[in-house]
């Protein structure tokens, strides 16, 4: 089983920027295509951001030209940059597989520890 291990969040003022990493075990990262969630208190979780194998990536309406996500094959690692943040943007962020890149439902393997990301200031 793949073990997912996100780090980067932390407490920043509006305005700020965060970089996310996630880690995944295993041999089969480079397959899958990869999504960042997020859930926020009270909220369901959703995604905000993904990336195919082939770096194809999309994103939610409400980060888009704010977060951008990226992959590295060889550290079995995806990344989110975070710029401009809003304290909406505050929440617990995962990340995972995605079953099927059409769409945001779905996952692959079993949830990480996710990592807090606070805006506030």
């Known amino acids: 089983q793949v073990q997912l291990v996100e780090s980067g969040g932390g407490l920043v003022q509006p305005g700020g920027s965060l970089r996310l990493s996630c880690a995944a075990s295993?041999?089969?990262?480079?397959?899958?295509?990869m999504g960042w969630y997020r859930q926020a208190p009270g909220k369901q979780r959703e995604q905000v951001a993904a990336?195919?194998?082939?770096?194809?990536?999309k994103y939610a309406d409400s980060v888009k030209g704010r977060f951008t996500i990226s992959r590295d094959n060889a550290k079995n690692t995806v990344y989110l940059q975070m710029n401009s943040l809003k304290p909406e943007d505050t929440a617990v962020y995962y990340c995972?597989?995605?079953?099927?890149?059409?769409?945001?439902?779905?996952?692959?393997?079993?949830w990480g520890q996710g990592t807090q990301v606070t805006v506030s200031s």
């Open positions: 295993g041999s089969s990262f480079s397959i899958y295509a």
């Open positions: 995972n597989a995605k079953r099927s890149w059409y769409t945001d439902y779905g996952v692959v393997w079993s």
């Open positions: 990336i195919d194998s082939g770096l194809l990536t």
